[in-house]
């Protein structure tokens, strides 16, 4: 047995292997597909995000059954706590529903393909350059796409900041409607305490060339974390103005606040 | 009872592997010329062959010789090859040459080969890049102008003489036995240079199979630019793996470090002006050639991995 097929027995569960094995993906001969996901890499992703997920962050997660089982769809969600740990935790709801589990692609800020080993890390595991090209594609594809409107502007907000939306671009609004894909909006609440930041130093992040540098602990908390799916939301797509575009981004952001509310009633204690 | 005049062909690039291939396929059924900036090279004797400068006089008398009805342009000074001028020179002005040559002598066919290179590799490149995609090359490297150059050129004789039909094919990587391309000699190799922590998704396509696109295309006289590439995608590194190739880490960052450790050792199969092909992905979108020429590539990445692996120490 060589080296890498004894760790994978020790580090991967049978089980998780079959389960992703299961899952219908549209990969090459060697197991990539054109984003750099790799089945065998997300073996590995999921078996480590599983402890993060039921033991660090007890996620409760709530209606996760809305995403539809098959065909295009957009999960959109509020962005908070700088590191992408609210992505990492929805993929992870999705890719282990017992029913109709699907391996979800996150956008990504586009200074992660700089990153070495982590850029290409994130993209093994489904996480996927956030430009707009590469959302239609996978939605072309029948892909179940994360997207986070806000972007930095929701991960690198303050901790004084905490829950309140940012300004939703309308990028994902314009792909929904054209690729005629559901959007299931979800309230994050939990990730905004993992990692409690209390200023930007702007310049240093300038100098690093990072989106943002946050005074912070340098540590993850385990703050409780409650993931609330909406339903889908379905958008016709007809020729509209701008304003109106605007319009149904402020409905599924209100949607999102509601959720958020709604998590945030049901969390008893941070921690 | 007169015979049904044989279509006549120039070829260009005959010295290379790819072009010798496209030249078995259509020697039965059509009388081809062979010409090569580089050397003459003996092909049989049904196939003239001349080592000949697009940019003399006496390249216009194979014209008015042979009376050609198409050309597929192969013929290219690799930018591993000459000085960045001499480059050009040949692949820029030749090119002009010849296709102004085969608009004065009404050619009816034309297919010339680029690269995926003209995309350029930038960190923000989506993947499945489509032929609409802006070329960046130009902008990362002088050493890649030429060839985003040619594909202009390309372009404007496409649309200002239609009766050209003239097809451009951006294939992903070319490689298998003979090609001696940047990324085939470095598969071929015991050890290839990685840029630590940087393995870009990857697209190869076997060399008969891009054989097979090139005469398929020349068939069928729709004008175009097509990328071809197959439907599977493998990392860099994993494919060296497969290649059975030991990897060097060159440190990655900050950027500057890569660029002065491959300039100052000049590796011909690794320099320093394609070092972001090893770092960002340049995925490109086959689909489109597929669906208009009925393209099949046949040869699996494992097949084409397993040929390196087995002839690491050539006889």
Same mark, same amino acid.
């Given at each position: 047995?060589?080296?890498?097929?004894?760790?994978?027995?020790?580090?991967?569960?049978a089980e998780l292997d079959?389960?992703?094995?299961?899952?219908?993906?549209?990969?090459?001969?060697?197991?990539?597909?054109?984003?750099?996901?790799?089945?065998?890499?997300?073996?590995?992703?999921?078996? @480590?995000?599983?402890?993060?997920?039921?033991?660090?962050?007890? #996620?409760?997660?709530? !209606?996760? %059954?809305n995403i539809p089982a098959d065909g295009p769809v957009l999960i959109i969600a509020n962005h908070s706590g700088q590191l992408p740990i609210d992505g990492l935790l929805i993929g992870y709801a999705l890719a282990s529903r017992e029913k109709d589990a699907r391996i979800p692609r996150a956008m990504i800020e586009r200074f992660f393909p700089t990153v070495p080993w982590l850029g290409n890390l994130l993209n093994e595991v489904g996480a996927v350059l956030g430009d707009p090209v590469?959302?239609?594609?996978?939605?072309a594809n029948n892909e179940a796409v994360i997207v986070?409107?806000?972007?930095?502007?929701?991960?690198?907000?303050?901790?004084?900041?905490?829950?309140?939306?940012?300004?939703?671009?309308?990028?994902?609004?314009? @792909?929904?409607?054209?690729?005629?894909?559901?959007?299931?909006? #979800?309230?994050?609440? !939990?990730? %905004?305490?993992?990692?409690?930041?209390?200023?930007?130093?702007?310049?240093?992040?300038?100098?690093?060339?990072?989106?943002?540098?946050?005074?912070?602990?340098p540590v993850v908390l385990p703050a409780k974390v409650h993931l609330n799916f909406g339903a889908p939301m379905y958008f016709d797509d007809l020729e509209i103005p701008e304003e109106q575009v605007t319009d149904r981004v402020e409905k599924v952001k209100a949607e999102i606040s509601r959720l958020i509310d709604k998590g945030l009633s049901e969390r008893k204690r941070l921690f | 009872m007169t015979e049904q005049r044989r279509p006549h062909i120039l070829i260009t690039g005959a010295a290379g592997a790819l072009a010798q291939q496209v030249i078995e396929q259509l020697r039965d059924t059509c009388d081809l010329v062979a010409v090569d900036f580089r050397e003459q090279v003996y092909l049989g004797d049904d196939i003239p062959?001349?080592?000949?400068?697009?940019?003399?006089?006496?390249?216009?008398?194979?014209?008015?010789?042979?009376?050609?009805?198409?050309?597929?342009?192969m013929g290219r000074i690799m930018s591993s090859q000459l000085t960045r001028m001499r480059r050009y020179n040949a692949n820029v002005l030749g090119t002009q040459k010849l296709l102004d040559l085969s608009h004065k002598y009404g050619i009816k066919r034309v297919v010339v080969?680029?690269?995926?290179?003209?995309?350029?590799?930038?960190?923000?490149?989506?993947?499945?890049?489509?032929?609409?995609?802006p070329l960046k090359s130009a902008g990362l490297s002088a050493d890649l102008i030429d060839s985003v150059e040619l594909e202009n050129l390309a372009n404007i004789y496409?649309?200002?003489?239609?009766?050209?039909?003239?097809?451009?094919?951006?294939?992903c990587n070319i490689v298998g036995p003979g090609v001696r391309n940047t990324i085939s000699t470095l598969l071929a190799s015991e050890r290839a240079p990685v840029l630590a922590g940087f393995s870009p998704m990857m697209q190869f396509i076997h060399i008969d199979d891009m054989a097979d696109a090139i005469v398929l295309a020349y068939k069928k006289p729709?004008?175009?630019?097509?990328?071809?590439?197959?439907?599977?995608?493998?990392?860099?590194?994993?494919?060296?793996?497969?290649?059975?190739?030991?990897?060097?880490?060159?440190?990655?960052?900050?950027?500057?470090?890569?660029?002065?450790?491959?300039?100052?050792?000049?590796?011909?199969?690794?320099?320093?002006?394609?070092?972001?092909?090893?770092?960002y992905p340049v995925v490109i979108d086959g689909r489109a050639f597929v669906n208009e020429f009925g393209f099949e590539p046949k040869r699996p990445l494992k097949e084409i991995f397993r040929f390196y692996r087995e002839n690491k120490r050539p006889v």
């Amino acid at each position: 047995m060589s080296l890498a097929s004894f760790l994978k027995t020790r580090l991967v569960p049978a089980e998780l292997d079959q389960h992703i094995n299961r899952i219908r993906k549209p990969i090459g001969s060697l197991g990539y597909d054109p984003w750099g996901y790799n089945n065998e890499a997300m073996k590995y992703g999921l078996s @480590l995000t599983k402890q993060i997920y039921e033991k660090y962050f007890r #996620v409760q997660a709530h !209606g996760v %059954e809305n995403i539809p089982a098959d065909g295009p769809v957009l999960i959109i969600a509020n962005h908070s706590g700088q590191l992408p740990i609210d992505g990492l935790l929805i993929g992870y709801a999705l890719a282990s529903r017992e029913k109709d589990a699907r391996i979800p692609r996150a956008m990504i800020e586009r200074f992660f393909p700089t990153v070495p080993w982590l850029g290409n890390l994130l993209n093994e595991v489904g996480a996927v350059l956030g430009d707009p090209v590469n959302c239609a594609k996978m939605l072309a594809n029948n892909e179940a796409v994360i997207v986070f409107p806000e972007g930095v502007r929701g991960s690198g907000k303050l901790y004084q900041d905490r829950y309140q939306l940012k300004r939703f671009g309308n990028g994902f609004m314009h @792909l929904a409607m054209k690729y005629k894909a559901p959007i299931v909006p #979800v309230g994050v609440v !939990g990730c %905004e305490e993992t990692i409690p930041a209390i200023a930007n130093i702007k310049p240093l992040a300038k100098a690093l060339g990072i989106p943002y540098a946050p005074v912070a602990m340098p540590v993850v908390l385990p703050a409780k974390v409650h993931l609330n799916f909406g339903a889908p939301m379905y958008f016709d797509d007809l020729e509209i103005p701008e304003e109106q575009v605007t319009d149904r981004v402020e409905k599924v952001k209100a949607e999102i606040s509601r959720l958020i509310d709604k998590g945030l009633s049901e969390r008893k204690r941070l921690f | 009872m007169t015979e049904q005049r044989r279509p006549h062909i120039l070829i260009t690039g005959a010295a290379g592997a790819l072009a010798q291939q496209v030249i078995e396929q259509l020697r039965d059924t059509c009388d081809l010329v062979a010409v090569d900036f580089r050397e003459q090279v003996y092909l049989g004797d049904d196939i003239p062959s001349y080592c000949i400068d697009f940019n003399k006089r006496v390249f216009e008398d194979l014209f008015r010789r042979y009376q050609f009805d198409g050309v597929i342009h192969m013929g290219r000074i690799m930018s591993s090859q000459l000085t960045r001028m001499r480059r050009y020179n040949a692949n820029v002005l030749g090119t002009q040459k010849l296709l102004d040559l085969s608009h004065k002598y009404g050619i009816k066919r034309v297919v010339v080969l680029s690269t995926f290179h003209v995309y350029g590799a930038v960190a923000y490149n989506p993947a499945l890049i489509d032929e609409a995609a802006p070329l960046k090359s130009a902008g990362l490297s002088a050493d890649l102008i030429d060839s985003v150059e040619l594909e202009n050129l390309a372009n404007i004789y496409l649309w200002r003489y239609p009766e050209l039909n003239i097809t451009i094919l951006r294939p992903c990587n070319i490689v298998g036995p003979g090609v001696r391309n940047t990324i085939s000699t470095l598969l071929a190799s015991e050890r290839a240079p990685v840029l630590a922590g940087f393995s870009p998704m990857m697209q190869f396509i076997h060399i008969d199979d891009m054989a097979d696109a090139i005469v398929l295309a020349y068939k069928k006289p729709t004008r175009g630019v097509y990328n071809v590439a197959p439907q599977d995608w493998v990392a860099y590194q994993h494919a060296l793996k497969l290649c059975g190739c030991k990897r060097i880490q060159v440190p990655s960052i900050p950027p500057m470090i890569p660029k002065m450790i491959l300039g100052t050792l000049k590796l011909k199969s690794f320099p320093s002006y394609l070092m972001a092909f090893f770092k960002y992905p340049v995925v490109i979108d086959g689909r489109a050639f597929v669906n208009e020429f009925g393209f099949e590539p046949k040869r699996p990445l494992k097949e084409i991995f397993r040929f390196y692996r087995e002839n690491k120490r050539p006889v």
